[in-house]
């Protein structure tokens, strides 16, 4: 073909690089992709309220999550460069050791590669990693490099991600607050909060009733009508998590969340079939990863809200794929966190209806970026909803101040990585594959 008949020419993908944040310290630290790397101070911190966690049982780690080492990875930026220059940017949690998987094992996988295959680029890092991966750190990796893919692909295209995805499902996308302050959400415009749940049971029948004080007092503080929630992040047990949840149903709680570890897909079943009947909506999916752990939650009934977070479960790649099982079983999504890569992906799936916004100023009391000082001109809530700039990509730029790149490579090893891809043998006489 020739002429206007042939598809342009698209730049493949010349440089791979990783970044964690440098320059850091407890007293003046930049949360980036991590939420949790804040001020001793911080109400995300558990300061001045606790906040169960898996660690509450052990006394040492009781009083602040930084203490047991939430943040000891911190955030990890990923740059997918283009052969015309253009730059694609993905960012998650895992630091240095995550830094070394992009730049020393995923990044033969992309150089040289047409940014276009996300499917086949995603799949050989997901099996690429199987025998260290399949969860955690190493998704949570490919999660970054998948997301700089498609900000590259909106780039090179001019279009914003939510458009490659299928358009808008809709026209505006409601927001509420995860907050230490629910009242202050609920002045700033928020649709609805969730508060974190301050004991678990090693706190023993205190504990419980002051779990069960301090969710009446924020219902009364912000009336009857205004949804309410509970984040008792993985810190409860099957027992626990049914008499609390019963307990609480009569002040109007909307969802309890996240209250068992998420290896526990039986112990999810188990709550909901004890909760037949309530109005008390299950949620859970923030700390799963793939496809398939989502997979399981959806065939045993464990939710009726799934809460991935896309900067983690493998991106906006195995994102759409969880969405659409999801909807299969009409059951909703609503992202853990993730600013821009949620809101893209929500505004293009109908069953994605309400979004999270982490309210991380120290008191509660201020709507700031997600990401702190990493995207200068990331999109931030008002009146309640989010709406997106017409831009491409994901639309947020990096601001490189403090950025570090603790394993780069010579422009020499990119180069090689990309001739092997581009040379990769074509194949010869078709067969059945099966």
């Known amino acids: 073909m020739e002429g206007k008949d042939r598809c342009k020419n698209f730049p493949r993908i010349k440089y791979v690089r990783a970044f964690t944040q440098a320059g850091k310290s407890s007293r003046s630290p930049d949360q980036g992709a991590d939420c949790h790397d804040v001020v001793d101070t911080h109400w995300i911190n558990g300061h001045p309220t606790p906040i169960a966690n898996p660690m509450s049982m052990y006394p040492p780690y009781q009083s602040t999550r930084k203490s047991w080492g939430i943040n000891a990875l911190g955030s990890l930026i990923v740059e997918v460069e283009a052969e015309d220059g253009t730059v694609g940017v993905g960012v998650t949690i895992g630091g240095e050791p995550g830094c070394f998987i992009v730049e020393k094992h995923l990044s033969r996988f992309l150089e040289g590669e047409d940014p276009r295959n996300v499917e086949k680029i995603w799949d050989k890092m997901f099996r690429a990693t199987l025998n260290y991966g399949r969860k955690g750190l190493p998704i949570q990796t490919i999660s970054a490099v998948d997301l700089a893919l498609w900000d590259l692909l909106g780039k090179l295209r001019q279009e914003p991600v939510y458009a490659l995805l299928g358009g808008k499902a809709r026209d505006f996308l409601p927001v509420y607050s995860t907050t230490a302050r629910p009242d202050i959400a609920q002045r700033l415009g928020f649709v609805g909060a969730k508060i974190p749940c301050p004991y678990g049971p090693s706190a023993g029948d205190e504990g419980f009733r002051k779990n069960v004080e301090f969710f009446k007092t924020w219902r009364e503080k912000v009336g009857s009508e205004f949804p309410l929630s509970l984040d008792c992040y993985m810190a409860l047990t099957v027992p626990y998590s049914i008499r609390l949840a019963k307990e609480l149903e009569k002040y109007g709680i909307k969802w309890i969340e996240e209250f068992l570890p998420p290896d526990d897909y039986e ?106 000082g990493l995207f200068p001109d990331e999109p931030l809530p008002k009146g309640g909803i989010i709406e997106l700039p017409d831009r491409p990509g994901f639309g947020v730029t990096l601001c490189p101040d403090g950025l570090r790149r603790p394993y780069p490579r010579s422009k020499a090893e990119s180069h090689t990585q990309a001739q092997q891809n581009a040379r990769k043998p074509v194949p010869g006489k078709p067969f059945m594959p099966f």
């Open 267 to 372: 112990g999810y079943a188990e709550v909901k079939r004890s909760l037949a009947g309530s109005s008390v909506l299950l949620t859970t999916g923030e700390h799963e990863y793939t496809r398939y752990g989502f997979r399981q939650l959806i065939a045993l009934r464990c939710a009726d809200i799934l809460q991935p977070d896309i900067t983690w479960l493998g991106g906006i790649t195995e994102a759409r794929r969880v969405v659409a099982m999801a909807s299969a079983h009409d059951t909703l999504v609503i992202p853990h966190g993730s600013s821009v890569y949620s809101y893209h992906l929500q505004y293009a799936f109908p069953n994605c209806p309400v979004a999270e916004y982490i309210n991380l100023s120290p008191n509660a009391d201020q709507i700031v970026p997600y990401f702190g």
